[in-house]
């Protein structure tokens, strides 16, 4: 019914930046909050940043003053702008999205996952 789908990651050098999108479509009616979380190997899921519809944000303490998430809700989209990257953020990024389906339905959906490494 909903499909996320992410873009934009790659090999980038410590230091570096990474600018990932994801868009949702389907048969939505409205998303409410979304947000990017992070798989590395070996490690649980962890939440990077989130951000409401109408545009409040968190983010995990590590990324703070690095990362910026943001959203076009007339686009159902979500980014996240990642600057000074490091090593040990290499990971599989996920976008997440609490969505109102036509039927007035609530669900959660995910992406399939992006993978951002950090590496010289």
């Known amino acids: 019914q909903v499909q996320l789908v992410e873009s934009g990651g790659g090999l980038v050098q410590p230091g570096g930046s990474l600018r990932l999108s994801c868009a949702a479509s389907?048969?939505?009616?409205?998303?409410?909050?979304m947000a990017w979380y992070r798989q590395a190997p070996g490690k649980q899921r962890e939440l990077v940043a989130h951000?409401?519809?109408?545009?409040?944000?968190n983010y995990a303490d590590s990324v703070k003053g690095r990362f910026t998430i943001s959203r076009d809700n007339a686009k159902n989209t979500v980014s996240l702008q990642q600057n000074s990257l490091k090593p040990e953020e290499t990971a599989v990024y996920y976008c997440?999205?609490?969505?109102?389906?036509?039927?007035?339905?609530?669900?959660?959906?995910w992406g399939q996952g992006t993978q951002v490494t950090v590496s010289s």
């Open positions: 997440n999205a609490d969505v109102i389906l036509l039927d007035y339905s609530r669900r959660r959906y």
């Open positions: 389907g048969s939505i009616l409205r998303i409410d909050d």
């Open positions: 951000i409401t519809r109408g545009g409040g944000t």
